[in-house]
């Protein structure tokens, strides 16, 4: 079974604290995203990555930057953590080669709070 | 542009009801579809996908979702609701070549009474 893991399923951070949430999957995928998840708003992606070292922006990178220096592991990094940062994180990877997407494989979450 | 939007943020049912979660969605190529389902703290988990061939689709859980292109849709059925079957569900769309990442619609919470 493909297994995509997160760092801490639960986290509180304070204001202007730099944050690191960490995901790894253990399939060999060339794709890892990050998403945050809202109630009524679902999910919506952060940033991706095809491939070790290379990023893309999602819809709302603002105050996120990430990191990929392994191709098992993909980071989110909060710069300066803001209160309307508290929200769900989940990562997920995908086993398509290239930049296509198609099924997405999900790990539990980490729920943030930004005190 | 893709888009997804799931009609009614929340269905309730009776058990052994039929549920019907409803998913249209707008894009320029042919799609790729697919039904989330997420459980309470958990992360999403893959109910089915459509990608080429077959327009009826079955997933787990007793779950099906029929493609169809003339109505843009692709809503989620299951003949007979269990309790174990409330959670959020989620479809979401791709382009089935070089692009960007799934696009997901806002979600359903489906309830179920005794």
């Known amino acids: 079974d493909v297994k995509v893991t997160q760092s801490s399923r639960y986290l509180v951070k304070r204001t202007g604290e730099k944050v690191f949430l960490e995901c790894v999957q253990d399939?060999?995928?060339?794709?890892m995203f990050w998403y945050r998840q809202d109630p009524g708003l679902g999910l919506r992606l952060i940033y991706f990555?095809?491939?070790?070292?290379?990023?893309e922006k999602g819809d709302i990178p603002e105050g996120y930057s990430v990191s990929r220096e392994k191709k098992e592991r993909f980071s989110l990094i909060l710069e300066s953590a803001s209160t309307n940062q508290t929200s769900m994180y989940l990562c997920?990877?995908?086993?398509?080669?290239?930049?296509?997407?198609?099924?997405?494989?999900f790990g539990p979450g980490t729920r943030l709070t930004v005190t | 542009a893709q888009s997804v939007t799931q009609l009614g943020s929340h269905v309730s049912v009776s058990e052994g009801a039929l549920v019907l979660l409803r998913c249209n969605y707008s894009?320029?190529?042919?799609?790729?579809l697919f039904w989330y389902v997420q459980y309470p703290n958990q992360g999403l988990q893959l109910l089915l996908k459509?990608?080429?061939?077959?327009?009826l689709v079955k997933g787990i859980n007793g779950f099906e979702a029929e493609f169809k292109k003339s109505e843009t849709s692709f809503h989620l059925t299951k003949p007979s609701a269990h309790m174990s079957d409330a959670a959020e569900y989620f479809c979401?769309?791709?382009?089935?070549?070089?692009?960007?990442?799934?696009?997901f619609g806002k979600g359903t919470t489906l309830s179920v009474s005794s």
């Open positions: 997920a990877s995908s086993p398509t080669s290239g930049r296509s997407g198609l099924e997405q494989y």
């Open positions: 990555s095809y491939d070790v070292k290379m990023k």
């Open positions: 399939m060999d995928h060339e794709n």
């Open positions: 459509y990608t080429t061939g077959a327009t």
């Open positions: 894009s320029s190529v042919p799609p790729y």
């Open positions: 979401a769309v791709s382009e089935n070549q070089a692009g960007t990442a799934l696009i």
